[in-house]
């Protein structure tokens, strides 16, 4: 589980107000995990919180096997609305339970590129170079001994690396709705079908027909839909070719999955996939115009159907 580190707290950076921030979210990974092993206990099973007080395993690798976000050049997890500005925390429990898949929002590629933290580092902790293999796993290595040599210096955290991350920033309070994502949506996607219409391989469109194929055997389950569809859009930008493209694109989708997750409409997921599969069409046709206006079509019909869903929601009293 993530914890939001306040962005006006956050951005204070590397003075107190960040490090207040940082011990107040402790404290509240500390409640909810202790409170999510006693309610394992109540259903009769064993449960082991893990918070601040107490560690049996690191956090941010079981963090990315959760679905949560991706471990960044900063060493830190980030996540699809806050970026870094999380903490985590986690409870253990043999209890039978359904788990989550890895996801990725485009966030080793950016990094590569970006190296805002590294250059931002007063301690120079974070490394400017390539990942390294360290105790088996590939990544980016910390220099932890500078890094906590600052912070008693400073007297706080520092969480500057945390606060200068575009990541973090990109829906800090709130400031980037759902409307703005569709936006962005209807900006680059139908660009996206165009340069796809001119440039795809022919292996692209097998491996688009391939989703699609897969979308169809199994029509009548709206979350498999939803994932497919997701994966289209993805699979899609790839074929432009264009990695800066590519990154959008996990993002957005990302950012959609997050602010909708309880939103799955099957007829609107039948709906997609024969827009997809048109749109497809028009790829294999190299009609760069078609496939761009079918894509805005379809942007469209998600938006109209996820607006009226969350003004629903929104309209609902709790009981």
């Not at 899609?236 to 800066?244: H, M």
């Amino acid at each position: 589980m993530l914890t939001e580190m306040d962005w006006d707290h956050v951005s204070s950076a590397s003075h107190t107000p960040s490090g207040a921030e940082s011990a107040r979210n402790y404290e509240r990974g500390a409640y909810l995990s202790v409170h999510l092993a006693r309610w394992f206990a109540h259903m009769g099973y064993r449960a082991v919180a893990q918070n601040t007080r107490h560690y049996d395993i690191a956090l941010p690798p079981l963090a990315v096997d959760a679905g949560l976000g991706e471990i960044g050049r900063l060493g830190y997890l980030i996540a699809p609305c806050f970026g870094a500005r999380v903490r985590i925390f986690a409870t253990l429990t043999d209890m039978p339970l359904i788990p989550d898949r890895p996801i990725s929002i485009g966030v080793d590629e950016f990094c590569k590129r970006c190296k805002k933290c590294a250059e931002s580092c007063p301690s120079k902790s974070i490394p400017m170079g390539e990942k390294i293999v360290h105790r088996g796993a590939l990544k980016w290595k910390l220099n932890e001994d500078s890094c906590f040599e600052y912070w008693s210096k400073v007297g706080t955290d520092c969480s500057i690396c945390m606060a200068v991350c575009p990541f973090s920033r990109l829906v800090a309070s709130g400031k980037v709705t759902e409307h703005d994502v569709f936006e962005i949506h209807l900006l680059i996607e139908p660009y996206a079908a165009s340069e796809a219409a001119k440039r795809a391989s022919s292996k692209d469109i097998d491996d688009l027909h391939t989703l699609l194929t897969m979308a169809e055997e199994n029509i009548d389950d709206a979350e498999y839909l939803q994932r497919i569809r997701g994966k289209f859009h993805i699979r899609l930008a790839r074929c432009t070719g264009n990695p800066i493209l590519l990154l959008l694109m996990n993002a957005l989708i990302e950012l959609l999955r997050q602010y909708f997750l309880d939103f799955k409409e099957l007829p609107l997921e039948k709906k997609a996939m024969e827009a997809n599969k048109e749109i497809l069409d028009a790829i294999t046709e190299r009609n760069p115009e078609k496939a761009a206006k079918l894509m805005r079509m379809e942007i469209l019909t998600i938006k109209k159907y996820a607006e009226s869903w969350a003004a629903t929601k929104a309209k609902r009293k709790p009981l």
